[in-house]
């Protein structure tokens, strides 16, 4: 199995990374460019969560395996239509985050997710900055 791990420098504080990977509007918000985003999340241990971006096809769903606010997220990952699962576990300190997204088949779609997640994780810091406190 592969793995990815990307660490990501920020001056928002464990708190607000935080939420914006557990409120559904935040993770809507910035986790990929569509205006039509939308998320839904059952934050716990056991709970589902779902993020589709229709205008670009593409969705993701998986089930939150811990939860422990505000330091650490661990989450399956599952594209929609797809039957792989893997798993991301995000790590949120006062300087940032680092996310480790592991169980991939190969390393061409490692490498596939790992550009994904830095464009996504690129756009984090505009949201952080646009948001209110």
């Known amino acids: 199995m592969y793995t990815l791990t990307h660490h990501a420098r920020s001056h928002a504080g ?48 998986g089930v939150y395996r811990s939860v422990s606010a505000p330091q650490r997220l661990e ?15 995000v790590r949120f300190s006062g300087v940032g985050l680092i996310l480790t997204h592991s169980g991939f088949g190969s390393a061409a779609e490692r490498d596939a997710h790992i550009q994904g997640w830095r464009d996504c994780l690129a756009r984090l810091p505009d949201w952080l900055d646009r948001t209110p406190v």
């Open 75 to 89: 989450t399956t990952w599952r594209w929609d239509g797809e039957s792989v699962e893997t798993e991301v576990v």
């Open 14 to 61: 464990a708190d607000r990374l935080w939420r914006s990977f557990t409120d559904p509007n935040a993770l809507a918000a910035w986790l990929w460019p569509d205006p039509a985003a939308t998320a839904e999340i059952a934050l716990r241990a056991g709970g589902g969560w779902r993020i589709s971006a229709p205008t670009l096809g593409i969705g993701a769903s």
